[in-house]
């Protein structure tokens, strides 16, 4: 999303920068998202499945860069900062989807397992929230989640309320995931409750 979201941003505890081939070789990605890293475990409710092969995440790196620069999406590599366990180490994507005739976001992320129960997802989250309406204009912010996916539904529910925000609703069979329908919980927040909501968001840009 070149000139409209940050290239690297910060917050309390993260370090965001925009994936890449330039700044995250697929082989150095690769480690990560292989089926032998465990990170099936992270993608058990996610779109997506291990990487079979490193050509896999090339692939990957190359069209998640086009889908920044067509400015349909923010996707980001996560770090945390100095100071947390495993500091500079990769800890996930975080992603910003956008819909500019509806003037609708919506958030995605997967963390790697130990760093789970941290908060992160909480604290993407701000940011990503702040980033849609303060930078990029929009007038709400989505997120679905897998109907078992307990451990993201108690964090999604933790900022939606912060925000404001709402659960729209329970969509049985709303999309396919892997061999089966999947059913979803939408929640939404909309500009008025940003403006109303008493949030203070840690971000700092680094790279515009």
Do not use: C
């Not at 945390?80 to 500019?100: S, Y």
């Not at 963390?111 to 930078?135: H, I, M, Q, T």
């Not at 993201?152 to 061999?179: M, T």
């Amino acid at each position: 999303m070149t000139d409209l979201l940050p290239r690297v941003f910060e917050t309390e505890r993260l370090r965001f920068e925009r994936i890449h081939p330039e700044t995250l070789p697929a082989r150095d990605l690769y480690p990560h998202v292989r089926e032998e890293s465990g990170i099936a475990d992270a993608t058990r409710f996610m779109t997506w499945e291990p990487h079979a092969h490193p050509k896999e995440t090339m692939e990957y790196i190359q069209h998640t860069a086009e889908a920044n620069d067509a400015a349909d999406a923010g996707n980001y590599a996560l770090y945390p900062k100095a100071g947390e366990d495993g500091a500079g180490e990769f800890a996930g994507n975080a992603g910003i989807g956008t819909d500019w005739d509806q003037r609708s976001a919506e958030l995605g992320v997967w963390l790697p397992k130990p760093f789970w129960g941290r908060g992160y997802s909480g604290e993407r989250a701000d940011a990503f929230v702040e980033l849609a309406f303060a930078r990029l204009d929009l007038d709400v912010v989505a997120v679905t989640v897998v109907d078992e996916n307990d451990r993201s539904i108690s964090a999604i529910e933790k900022y939606v309320d912060r925000w404001g925000g709402s659960h729209d609703g329970y969509f049985r069979h709303l999309r396919p995931h892997g061999d089966d329908p999947a059913s979803l919980h939408r929640y939404t927040i909309t500009r008025a409750d940003y403006d109303a909501a008493d949030v203070d968001v840690a971000l700092d840009v680094v790279e515009a």
